[in-house]
């Protein structure tokens, strides 16, 4: 059996904690769009994607995605106990998204579009069902491109941003403790 470290959990714990910080204010952004500019509501959905991103290219580790995602959910909650299933769900759901090219290449493979290709898929995917669950029958054809667009452009750019956050915490030697096979 796989025993997971303390080190990486309480890795894990930190980089969701910082995001879920970051994703409880993305909340209230989002809920201000879906108010006054549904069409950019897709802007904020990327936000979502940070701790995972960062926990997965940081640790590359099975599973850091997914657990730093729900902690990120579980953090950014307390900022909004009503959207406690919102921040809980998104989380997981965008660790289990991010996850997936990874279990499929048995975590072997951490090349940079596997994450890229992740983000662009969930955008879409996740874009389209809430379109729908906004009534996109009540919209132009123009308004779909806007949303799609918004959908899908966020996560990638957070990936990025995720990416060189990773990037920055193993120059400064957080990965060398945290990440060491034991």
């Known amino acids: ?17 910082g995001g879920g910080i970051i994703a409880g204010a993305s909340g209230y952004l989002a809920a201000a ?5 549904p069409l950019l509501y897709g802007l ?9 991103v960062v926990g997965l290219s940081l640790l590359k580790r099975p599973g850091t995605g997914l657990l730093t995602g729900l902690i990120a959910g579980l953090v950014g909650a307390a900022f909004a106990p009503w959207w406690f299933w919102r921040y809980v769900g998104t989380g997981l759901l965008v660790g289990v998204l991010l996850e997936l090219p990874f279990l499929v290449t048995r975590y072997r493979r951490w090349d940079p579009w596997l994450f890229y290709l992740s983000g662009v898929i969930s955008g879409a995917v996740i874009g389209i069902a809430v379109f729908i669950a906004m009534g996109a029958e009540h919209y132009a054809w123009w308004a779909w491109i806007i949303s799609l667009a918004c959908w899908v452009a966020s996560p990638p ?3 990025w941003i995720g990416r060189v956050i990773a990037r920055a ?9 945290a990440g060491a096979r034991e």
């Open 157 to 159: 750019l957070f990936i």
């Open 169 to 177: 915490l193993e120059r400064s030697g957080v990965a060398r403790t």
């Open 1 to 17: 059996m796989h025993r997971t470290s303390t080190r990486i959990l309480l890795s894990c714990a930190a980089i969701g904690v």
């Open 44 to 52: 904020t959905i990327g936000s979502h994607f940070l701790p995972s």
């Open 33 to 37: 769009f879906a108010l006054f500019g």
